[in-house]
Nanobody
C-alpha cells in the first residue's frame, strides 16, 4: 500500500510564500502522474496543479497560474508545490494525489492514492 504524506503547510500573511511537499512511501513517482488539490471550508475539493511522470508537462488552474509551481524529484519520491504571492482565497487544506493514468485523469481527480492533507491559511 502506498502512502502519500503532505507537509509544509502553515499560517502566512498575504503576499507570502510556502512550499508544500508530498512524500511517497515507496517508489511510485517515476511512473505516476501527480497533482495537488485543495478544499476550502464548506466547498468541494478542487484541482490546483498536475504534473506528468517526467515533470515535463504541467497544468494549473487559472487562479494560481504565475504564482504556483508544481515540480517533482523522482529520486527522492517527492512532489512539491511552490506557492508565491499567496492570497486569503488560497486558504484551504491541500492534498496531493497520484495515479497511473496520466495528467488528464489527475486533473479530473481520478487518482489511485491521496494524502491526508495539510492546512494552508493565508491571513489578510
Amino acid at each position: 500500500q502506498v502512502q502519500l504524506v503532505e507537509s509544509g503547510g502553515g499560517l502566512v500573511q498575504a503576499g507570502g510564500s510556502l512550499r508544500l511537499s508530498c512524500a511517497a512511501s515507496r517508489r511510485i513517482l517515476s511512473s505516476y502522474a501527480m497533482g495537488w488539490f485543495r478544499q476550502a471550508p464548506g466547498k468541494e475539493r478542487d484541482f490546483v496543479a498536475a504534473i506528468n511522470w517526467s515533470g515535463g508537462l504541467t497544468y494549473y488552474v487559472d487562479s494560481v497560474k504565475g504564482r504556483f509551481t508544481i515540480s517533482r524529484d523522482n529520486a527522492k519520491n517527492t512532489l512539491y508545490l511552490q506557492m508565491n504571492t499567496l492570497k486569503p482565497e488560497d486558504t484551504a487544506v491541500y492534498y496531493c494525489a497520484a495515479g497511473p493514468a496520466g495528467v488528464g485523469s489527475i486533473r479530473l481527480g481520478r487518482a489511485d492514492y491521496w494524502g491526508q492533507g495539510t492546512q494552508v491559511t493565508v491571513s489578510s
